[in-house]
C-alpha cells in the first residue's frame, strides 16, 4: 500500500468524518472507497458506472429497451 496525504477544508472533513463514523469505518478507508468507486473497475468502461442511473418509470422498460433507446418501431 502506498501513503499519500491529502488536504481537505473543515467542511469536508466534517462530511467525510461523520460519513465514515456511521459507516463504522476509519476516514481513511471511506476515503479509499469514495476512490475505488469513482475510478472505472479494470473489468468495466467508464460508462458502466451509469448504468441503473435513468429510469423511465416504465416497470417494463428492460422488455422494450430497443424502443426506448431508439424510439418507437413503426
Do not use: C
Not at 35 to 48: K, N, V
Not at 56 to 62: D, E, I, L, V, Y
Request: glycine share 6%; charged share 30%.
Amino acid at each position: 500500500m502506498i501513503r499519500t496525504q491529502i488536504s481537505l477544508d473543515e467542511r469536508e472533513y466534517a462530511a467525510a468524518k461523520a460519513e465514515a463514523k456511521a459507516l463504522g469505518v476509519p476516514v481513511a478507508e471511506f476515503v479509499r472507497r469514495a476512490i475505488r468507486e469513482a475510478l472505472p473497475s479494470d473489468d468495466q468502461g467508464r460508462w458502466m458506472k451509469f448504468a441503473g442511473l435513468v429510469e423511465t418509470g416504465n416497470p417494463r422498460s428492460s422488455q422494450s429497451i430497443d424502443e426506448i433507446v431508439y424510439g418507437q418501431k413503426d
